[in-house]
């Protein structure tokens, strides 16, 4: 599939997506869904990618929906929002929740609407200082999407939650490290150079561990203890059998660095 509103591109064990609409501050359109799960299917199934960076060209990160397309005639019936949900942005977040790496997302300027909900789905958001997260469906009349409304209750509590949702008030990318809704905030000019030293972590770190270390987390906190010290149990078995293991246990007792391969 030939890319008109992303780029993309696998070297060296790191994938990365840029969305790439940078003069509608990278808002999504049907055909940028579209290039965007073409993208992830070839990052999940290629077998090259142990890492994948999200990030927007231009000012901006993702504004969410492109309202352009959302606009309704007189005479004419709006759009179905919920079949956009369920053939676009739903498949977008489980899609980025369940890779099986790491998904870096560097939010290089605003993440507005389900831009903000789409940053929050990745495992690790690291964003510039000038950036911020606007839940602007308020201003709407929509509630927040795209996991807006189970991921900001998890990681910040029921009153910031509420809080940013009813407002849709701007959250600077400090304040939003500071309250925990992302790993990390760094100066504008750092976030190229913090961004890189995290993928060249990850693409050459044990994947399948990283994949269990985010699946087991995922979905803690629908677990009793009981159970999550069962899943912890269950993959730490499959993988004490895996090669990175043998490999880091190796590297340690030989104090070396490990040369994992991501099996
Ligand atoms: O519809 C469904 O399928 C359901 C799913 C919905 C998911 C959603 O995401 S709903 C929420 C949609 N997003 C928004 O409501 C955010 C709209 N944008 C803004 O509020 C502001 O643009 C920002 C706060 C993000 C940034 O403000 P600012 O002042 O930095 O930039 P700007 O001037 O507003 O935007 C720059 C350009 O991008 C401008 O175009 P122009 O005037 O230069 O030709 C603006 O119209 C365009 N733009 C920004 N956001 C969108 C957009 N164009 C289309 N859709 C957008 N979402």
Same mark, same amino acid.
């Given at each position: 599939?030939? #890319?008109?509103?992303?780029?993309?591109? *696998? +070297?060296?064990?790191?994938?990365?997506?840029?969305?790439?609409?940078?003069?509608?501050?990278?808002?999504?359109?049907?055909? /940028?869904?579209?290039?965007?799960?073409?993208?992830?299917?070839?990052?999940?199934?290629?077998?090259?990618?142990?890492?994948?960076?999200?990030?927007?060209?231009?000012?901006?990160? $993702?504004?969410?929906?492109?309202?352009?397309?959302? +606009?309704?005639?007189?005479?004419?019936?709006? *759009?179905?929002?919920?079949?956009?949900?369920?053939?676009?942005?739903?498949?977008?977040?489980?899609?980025?929740?369940?890779?099986? /790496?790491?998904?870096? $997302?560097?939010?290089?300027?605003?993440?507005?609407?389900?831009?903000?909900?789409?940053?929050?789905?990745?495992?690790?958001?690291?964003? !510039?200082?000038?950036?911020?997260?606007?839940? !602007?469906?308020?201003?709407?009349?929509?509630?927040?999407?795209?996991?807006?409304?189970?991921?900001?209750?998890?990681?910040?509590?029921?009153?910031?939650?509420?809080? &940013?949702?009813?407002?849709?008030?701007?959250?600077?990318?400090?304040?939003?490290?500071?309250?925990?809704?992302?790993?990390? $905030?760094?100066?504008?000019?750092?976030?190229?150079?913090?961004?890189?030293?995290?993928?060249?972590?990850?693409?050459?770190?044990?994947?399948?561990?990283?994949?269990?270390?985010?699946?087991?987390?995922?979905?803690?906190?629908?677990?009793?203890?009981?159970?999550?010290?069962?899943?912890?149990?269950? &993959?730490?078995?499959?993988?004490?059998?895996?090669?990175? #293991?043998?490999?880091?246990?190796?590297?340690?007792?030989?104090?070396?660095?490990?040369?994992?391969?991501?099996?």
């Amino acid at each position: 599939m030939a #890319y008109e509103h992303i780029l993309f591109s *696998v +070297a060296d064990g790191i994938a990365r997506l840029t969305l790439n609409r940078p003069d509608r501050l990278n808002s999504f359109n049907d055909r /940028m869904h579209e290039e965007v799960r073409d993208a992830l299917g070839r990052v999940r199934g290629d077998g090259a990618a142990r890492v994948l960076l999200l990030t927007g060209a231009g000012r901006g990160f $993702c504004a969410g929906q492109d309202l352009a397309d959302r +606009a309704v005639a007189p005479g004419t019936a709006p *759009v179905d929002l919920g079949a956009s949900i369920e053939r676009n942005y739903k498949p977008l977040v489980l899609g980025l929740r369940g890779l099986p /790496m790491p998904v870096v $997302c560097a939010v290089n300027g605003v993440a507005a609407g389900a831009g903000a909900n789409i940053a929050l789905a990745c495992d690790v958001v690291i964003a !510039a200082k000038s950036a911020s997260f606007i839940q !602007a469906f308020c201003r709407i009349g929509l509630v927040p999407d795209s996991g807006g409304t189970y991921f900001l209750p998890r990681l910040v509590g029921t009153a910031r939650a509420l809080g &940013l949702a009813l407002t849709g008030d701007k959250l600077p990318a400090q304040q939003a490290a500071d309250w925990g809704l992302i790993w990390k $905030c760094v100066d504008d000019a750092d976030l190229p150079e913090a961004t890189e030293a995290l993928l060249a972590q990850f693409a050459s770190g044990p994947t399948r561990g990283l994949a269990a270390i985010k699946q087991a987390i995922q979905g803690a906190s629908a677990r009793t203890l009981d159970q999550q010290l069962d899943v912890e149990r269950d &993959l730490q078995r499959e993988l004490g059998f895996g090669d990175d #293991y043998r490999e880091g246990v190796a590297a340690f007792a030989a104090k070396r660095a490990p040369r994992f391969t991501g099996r």
